[in-house]
């Protein structure tokens, strides 16, 4: 069955697998190994998939679902790239009151996608963060550098057609 | 022994030193209630059920492992921590889908004994769980976290008896869920279905898949001749089912019920045992001489054999091709006895009553059929399936009448039911068989106990037989990676996949934790087969007269070529993870 998890096709590279099993080497004698080796996979490829997680329990001699249990316990880990288009719906606590779980639904209905998940063709991700600081503009989300503020449910298609055009 | 002096509830008691509070009370005449502590599986003082007061303590503490010390004042019944326990239940509950009526577990649940005895009598909060949560991917189990209370029980045996690690908590918080890596299926990644973690499981999220029904549509049909084989240990643990001490062998009792549920023919499975061992005895003699494949390992035990396809394919040739009792039962009545009866062996159905839920599994691997088409055996049934089966037909098993086996088969079948019994029995024929003149005494006792790996030489015509016997998954990694290092050299092993051997298999009574944690059902189960072993006359295979009989008037002689095409399997290496 097909990873329900991750939704892009893994494209490590030989140079990318070279690069972590030196990380796993220089740190696989030391006690609570996994996580140096965990972030250090993240920075190589980006987002930690399967095949990546099982290379490094094979090398741990650990279970994939040992390292798969350390990996969705962080949020600092991802088992998804970021897509070309993030799309970060903030969840602050202003934004929630205004409705940003609609907004967020909205945008995941639209993409056919979860939040931590990237679209199968690469250009979109959903992101759902905390406080941005723009409490005046909530609900807010934020596409690459540009804000929509002030947010209703109805405008998200619109908006994010515009992304999908370019 | 080195004690330290408490007070418990006001009463002067000593103590083992390095004891915990949970075991100073229980010598002390005091229950402390437990739900997430297992003896010898997990002790990680989460679930917060067994705290208690102790004097000059911070807040309250974790009987099941806070250890107790010289002078402490430990309280375990004070309102205050009776409301504390009470109300850390109703949390647990309030995510737990109450399902008590129709769950497999109702009367056997460890929560629904909290909820009882803690006199939960209303709930204050709603369960946010209506639906089930169903993962049924594998052939022997059913996951359903609907039910689950995260005490990580069957995590921990998974992990640190087993070896194979694959469930465990995933994602965090409130999200929290054991489950495989990325939510895979259980068929996806190594689980070998040991079974192990149902019988860890306090709750009903963890169940064998439940054959009953296949067994009662057989009984039922006029059409079919349907011939139960019973395993070797059940006989010393379905009394529990019904309220009988740990250890109490129920032999004639058992086979009463299966004579009235209605089987057409009862079958001991210690006689298929026996054929094991000649059959086996004489491959080990054989590649012995030959040097060809050492050590030989034994296959009789499904799970260990999935581990070993799995994880160590690199000593498949070292398996012996014999199939398990199990299937041997299925052989030879799908084969001689089908003959014997003049009945058309598409109309026999085999039932086997095991200890095993990895048995469900293993009736249905590539070339186990004696008769091609047919499967050797139909439908694999644990020790618990037998006990439901028996309370539905309103048997009343402690009234029942001794009944006895058409035919008495040796003990040295009955001892395969325990680690080192395999080898035991074994080593009582091969013994024999090579020095031509009887052992010095019938009984192997250093192949028997509960420790993980056992080893030893023994002297066999002169010559030194190195052998050893691994029970637990984790005890047979350590042993096969020892032995890849070179570090350990040996001419014959006995690999059981459960700690302690079948009697302590995954489809074995569920006993709770209260009575696990000071009851070693391995030790008080294997206690029960040593005893009947050590008063039976007839104690080794060879001199079984059936056995004598099966090989004079079908298989010749132990390894001809007609007992390979019945009685003998392959294996092949399987793929880790299925990604």
Redesign the interface.
Known sequence: ?P????KVPFTGTPEQERLLREAIERHRDEKGATMPILQKAQEIYGYLP?EV??IIAEALD????????VV????QFSLNPMGKHVVSVCMGTACYVKGAGEILEKCEQKLGIKAGEITPDGKFSIAAVRCIGACGLAPVLTIGPDVHGRLVPAQIDGILEKYMKE | MDTVRITINGISVDARRGSTILEAARAAGIKIPTLCFLKQVNAIGSCRICVVDVKGARNNVAACTYPVSDGMEVLTGTAEILKARKATLELILSNHRMDCLTCLRNQSCELQQLAMEFGLEHMRYVTDKSEPEIEASEMHLVRDNSKCILCRRCVAVC?HHQS?????????GYATHIS??????LA???CVSDGQCIVACPTGALTEKDDTEKVWQALGDPSKHVVVGVAPSIRVTLGECFGNPVGTNVEGRMVAALNRLGFDNVFDINHTADLTVMEEGTEFTRRFEAKDRLPMITSCSPAWIRFCEKMYPEFIPNLSSCKSPQQMFGAITKTMYAKDKGIDPKDIVTVSIMPCTAKKFEIHRDNQQAVPGLADVDISITTRELARMITRAGIIFNELPEEAFNEIASTAGFIFGTTGGVMEAALRTVYEVVTGGAPESVEFLEVRGIGGIKEVNYDIGGRTVRVAAASGLASAKKLLDMIKSGEKEYDFIEMMACPGGCVNGGGQPIQSASVRNFVDLRKARAAAIYSADSKAEMRKSHENPFIKRLYEEYFDEPGSHKAHEALHTTYKAQPK?K?
């Open positions: 069955m990873n329900q998890k991750i399967e997680q099982l650990l279970s994939l679902s040992e390292i798969y249990g969705s316990f962080y949020s | 992990k194979v690690a694959v469930i465990g908590p995933n994602d965090r495989c890596a990325f939510d895979r299926n996806e990644v190594p993870y990604l």
